[in-house]
């Protein structure tokens, strides 16, 4: 199932020895510094998404929801800077995250937070533009938003216990 | 100091909290709700004070102050819980202290911002020193697991 070869970890590992990466994050600071560009990220994906999710629910009324989206680049900006830092963790160890089951979930739940913006785009955010400050978007808009909200929850969660789920001591219905 | 932390140590909310499988984990995770509730706000509100979506009305953001609230209680209790598991890690450690001024910090400047917001004045310089805390405050609790001296001391 992994034998591809971007995910197959000792060749990731390789490469993360050759560019210097693994050395980077094993230095003294490197994966404290690394960690603190994710969470900075997450902070302004979080931020400026969820709280975009939570107006389409119906919180904070008032909040003009197509001034409100002006924060979704930033909130862009973080996510890139997410990424970008877990790379760098991932590159450093492949296997304790390719085998991990909390680390799997995550990038499914990654995916469907996609997938559910890509829809959202498509099919509600029209409508979306035109709802006034006061009024609540259309159930499709407010779906998309609790499916967002939930995808970002779990993704933090599934973050959170990645290091309980180390291989290969661990437990998992799956693998 | 250390009679202290010995006898939370061995109090029977630490004893759990060290002991059951999962009791430490959901803290953990409860824990990053909340902040992320709290500081995400924080954020929000900074960014609209810096210019961001000037078009919403400053006034109507107070709407998402419930849910601030709602994340910094998650936070304060999941945080007692994780403290009272190992309160020397925490109180030894001057990272600790760090985390806690910059929040505060952030709550301060960032009310300062919203006032002089209020007023019609510039809040920009303001909220921008507010948003530089929120991510200070953010980083210095993930820093927490990097600094610490000591564990337990029981």
Known sequence: MMDAAFLDPEVIAQWGRDSGIAQMMYSRWGWPIVEAFHFIGLCLLFGAVAFFDLRMLGIARGVS???????????????AVSVTSGLLFFIAVPDQYLYNPAFQTKMALLGLAGLNMVLFYAFAARAVR???PDDLPPLRARVFGA????????????????????????????? | MNDLFVAIEHSALSLWMR??????????ILHAFGMALLVGGGIVLCLRMLGVGSGARLEAFRGF????????????????????????????????????????????????????????ADPRRMAGLALALWFGGVVAGKMLLHTYKVLTVG
Do not use: Q
């Open chain 1, 65 to 79: 929801l197509t001034a409100l989206h002006r924060m979704i680049p930033y909130g862009l900006v973080g996510f």
């Open chain 2, 65 to 120: 102050l419930p849910v601030m609230w709602l994340g910094a209680l998650l936070a304060v209790v999941s945080g007692v819980g994780l403290l009272w598991a190992y309160p020397a890690k925490a109180l030894t450690n001057p990272v600790f202290a760090l985390k806690f001024a910059c929040l505060i910090g952030a709550v301060l400047l960032t009310r300062r911002a919203w006032r002089i917001g209020a007023l019609s």
């Open chain 1, 130 to 132: 035109t709802t006034g």
């Open chain 1, 147 to 175: 499916v967002s909200l939930l995808c970002w929850l779990g993704v933090m969660t599934c973050g959170r216990v990645i290091t309980a789920f180390r291989p290969p001591w661990h437990w998992c219905l799956w693998c």
């Open chain 2, 19 to 28: 002991e059951d499988p999962y009791a430490y984990f959901i803290a953990l």
